[in-house]
C-alpha cells in the first residue's frame, strides 16, 4: 500500500520549454504532498508543501513563478518547471502523507523520481 | 532549529558483517523519526520509523531505537547482503506540518 506514482520518469527538452511533472498517490488519499530537488550525491532540499485546494507554500530561495504547482484533488499534485534553462537540471522528487491521522507521525511516501534534462 | 545529522559515508563492508549508520538529532517537542533508503536513479523509500522515545522501528533486518536522552536514531543490521547497498537517509518529521528533515545520507557499498 501508499503507492506515489511519478511521471515522466525521464524528460530532456530545450531550454526555454515548459516541463510539467506529475504525481499521483494511487491508492490513498493525500491532505500534502511535497516537491524536493535532489542534486547528484546530496541530500534532498524541500523546494514547497502542496496542500489540495490551496496555494503551495515555498520554501526560502524557491522562485515560486519558476516552479509552478498545483494540487487539484487529493491525489494528484503536478509541478511544472517554467521557462526551463540548463541550471534547472535535476533530479525531482515528489512525496505524499495520508489524509488518515497525524501529519508529523505519518511517514512521507515517494515516487521513483524524474530526471530532468535541459539543453 | 531542527536538524539532523549522519555519520560521513562512504562506509564500505563485506557480506554478512554488522552494520551501524549512526543518527543524531536537535528537535524541539517530541519529532518522529525515520530512516529511508534510495536505490540508484530511483525515489527514497521507507524503511523503519518511530514516533516516540524509546520505540524501536525494524525491516528487513534493520533496527533503529529512538533515544531521547542522546538524542539518537542509529540505523543497524547484523549481517548485511551486497543487495543492501544504497544511500540511507535518517530523517525527523515535525510534528503537524509533516515537513521533514533529512541528513546528509550516507552511502553504504557491501562487498561480496
Known amino acids: 500500500g501508499a503507492v506515489v506514482s511519478q511521471h515522466p520518469s525521464w524528460v530532456i527538452c530545450k531550454s526555454g520549454t515548459s516541463v510539467k511533472i506529475e504525481c499521483r498517490s494511487l491508492?490513498?488519499?493525500?491532505?500534502?504532498m511535497f516537491w524536493y530537488r535532489q542534486f547528484p550525491k546530496q541530500s534532498l532540499m524541500l523546494m514547497a508543501t502542496?496542500?489540495?485546494?490551496?496555494?503551495?507554500?515555498?520554501e526560502q530561495g524557491v522562485e515560486k513563478d519558476k516552479f509552478l504547482i498545483n494540487h487539484a484533488s487529493l491525489t494528484l499534485s503536478t509541478l511544472t518547471v517554467t521557462s526551463a534553462h540548463p541550471e534547472d537540471s535535476s533530479f525531482y522528487i515528489c512525496?505524499?502523507?495520508?489524509?488518515?491521522?497525524?501529519?508529523?507521525?505519518?511517514?512521507?511516501?515517494f515516487g521513483d523520481g524524474t530526471r530532468l534534462s535541459i539543453l | 532549529g531542527n536538524s539532523v545529522t549522519q555519520m560521513e559515508g562512504p562506509v564500505t563492508l563485506s557480506e554478512e558483517a554488522f552494520l551501524t549508520i549512526n543518527c543524531t538529532y536537535t528537535?524541539?517537542?517530541?519529532?518522529?523519526l525515520f530512516w529511508y533508503v534510495q536505490y540508484p536513479g530511483e525515489g527514497l523509500q521507507l524503511l523503519l520509523k518511530?514516533?516516540?522515545?524509546?520505540d524501536k522501528g525494524s525491516n528487513k533486518g534493520f533496527e533503529a531505537t529512538y533515544r531521547k536522552e542522546t538524542t539518537s536514531f542509529h540505523l543497524e543490521k547484523g549481517s548485511v547482503q551486497v543487495s543492501d547497498s544504497a544511500v540511507y537517509f535518517c530523517?525527523?518529521?515535525?510534528?503537524?506540518?509533516?515537513?521533514?528533515?533529512f541528513g546528509q545520507g550516507t552511502t553504504l557499498q557491501v562487498k561480496p
Open positions: 512525496s505524499a502523507i495520508s489524509l488518515i491521522g497525524d501529519r508529523g507521525r505519518q511517514p512521507q511516501h
Open positions: 491508492d490513498f488519499q493525500a491532505t500534502t
Open positions: 502542496s496542500n489540495e485546494g490551496s496555494k503551495a507554500t515555498y
Open positions: 528537535a524541539t517537542g517530541y519529532p518522529s
Open positions: 518511530a514516533t516516540k522515545a524509546d
Open positions: 530523517a525527523l518529521s515535525s510534528a503537524g506540518t509533516g515537513k521533514l528533515i
